[in-house]
């Protein structure tokens, strides 16, 4: 029998794909569900016995958390990336950890296909194909909701046509759950104006008094919370998602424009990435210049969406990694952050590296640098050109 390694996460679509590809195509399936920090350990149990339930060949759990933190979360916080001023491309980014994963996994077995559960309408299709033909051209890649072009209720019928057991009513929501938030669609995300129910995000509101916590951060990395220190970056991230996610921090709706050029809407949870963002951010603004603020601005948007379209293996990405990585040499601090019921408030810093010194003056205050007279020649010559052209250019209102 012919291989094909199937991206599983036990949803709805790729529940769907495991029953085709064993009992309509007759191939032997080899299940593997990349993960990025989105799945407790009884989760991954109950995936693999569903995998084999289904009928699989072989079902395997690929780790790339620290992976994906490497390759893609610590420059989106390098970047301060948030696409259209909102999303912190939280299963965009991962998509791409993801098929790499899958490629890497379908060569080392032999496989003879490759398939993914993505529909035909929106940004993942493009992410998996490119990954794939990529580093894997020789391998087929199958996708039977893209060709078949399946609603959800005609996968839940098809599920449970063959005796599929699962929580169909979940299912109404695609939640794809990763170290980098969550994100959510259902019905209402295929509108407009209609917001998501409360519900519909997996995690609810269940701290009410609000809290102080401290982030250390050192060349950009968060390595601390509260004057604790950890091993890495990634169990910071996780702490600090225990601690804000109670609030239900970092929800909103991302409206952008796709790949494929139409435009999507999609919901989203991102407490511990969305506080970050900010506070490093905040933290940037207090240690470095003017226009290296300006000129990450620049970058950072335009790797943000790059990434966004799946296109990590770009070697323009690397050029623009090592610019970034370059901007955080001095980007060390500890930011404070107070966390309440719906949101957060950055509220201040502490860096040996800000340059808010009063050494060297107080804004709109006073000044040690300088003299009165130095200012006033500074004016005269930085708006010197502004100057020449009016006075070339204006026409008297006599003349009129």
């Known amino acids: 029998m012919k291989k094909v390694v199937l991206a599983f996460s036990g949803g709805l679509d790729t529940s769907y794909c495991a029953i085709y590809l064993v009992r309509e195509l007759g191939l032997e399936v080899y299940s593997a569900i990349v993960d990025t920090g989105g799945f407790s350990a009884q989760e991954l149990q109950d995936i693999e016995r569903r995998a084999y339930a289904m009928g ?48 890497h996994h379908a060569k080392a077995i032999g496989a003879d296909f490759v398939a993914h559960g993505s529909t035909g309408a929106g940004n993942d299709q493009v992410r998996f194909d490119m990954i794939f033909q990529a580093l894997i051209p020789e391998v087929e890649i ?37 170290i980098w938030g969550t994100s959510v669609g259902g019905k209402e995300t295929l509108t407009s104006h209609l917001p998501l129910p ?67 809407r999609v919901g989203f949870e991102a407490a511990a990435p969305m506080v970050i963002i900010k506070a490093h951010h905040t933290l940037e603004k207090h240690v470095l210049t003017k226009w290296q603020l300006y000129w990450k601005d620049q970058l950072s948007a335009w790797y ?49 590296h800000d340059l808010m010194s009063d050494k060297f003056g107080s804004y709109g205050e006073m000044n040690r640098s300088w003299t009165s007279d130095d200012v006033k020649g500074f004016a005269k010559i930085f708006g010197n050109q502004a100057k020449i052209y009016h006075s070339v250019n204006s026409t008297p209102a006599w003349a009129e």
């Open 304 to 352: 943000g969406n790059w990434l966004h379209e799946g296109q990590l293996l770009d070697p323009t990405m690397r050029d623009i990694e090592a610019f970034l990585e370059s901007t955080q040499q001095n980007v060390t601090g500890t930011v404070h952050v107070l966390l309440a019921p719906y949101r957060f408030q950055v509220e201040g810093v502490e860096s040996a």
């Open 142 to 178: 199958i996708t039977p909701i893209r060709d078949k072009k399946l609603s959800r209720e005609a996968e839940i019928a098809f599920l449970k046509e063959h005796g599929v057991e699962m929580d169909f009513q979940k299912a109404q929501y695609s939640i794809n759950k990763g």
């Open 56 to 103: 699989v060949k072989q079902h395997t759990h690929l780790n790339e958390t620290q992976s994906f933190y490497h390759s893609c979360i610590r420059y989106l916080v390098f970047g301060n990336v948030l696409k259209n001023n909102t999303y912190p491309l939280s299963v965009s980014a991962e998509r791409v950890t993801q098929a790499m994963a899958i490629a």
């Open 198 to 264: 409360e519900e519909a995000y997996p995690t609810q509101l269940s701290k009410q008094e609000p809290e102080r916590v401290t982030l250390q951060f050192e060349k950009g990395e968060l390595i601390g919370i509260n004057g604790k220190a950890f091993n890495n970056p990634v169990q910071a991230i996780q702490r600090l998602q225990e601690l804000a996610a109670p609030f239900a921090i970092g929800r909103d709706i991302h409206v952008g424009d796709t790949i494929i050029g139409i435009k999507g």
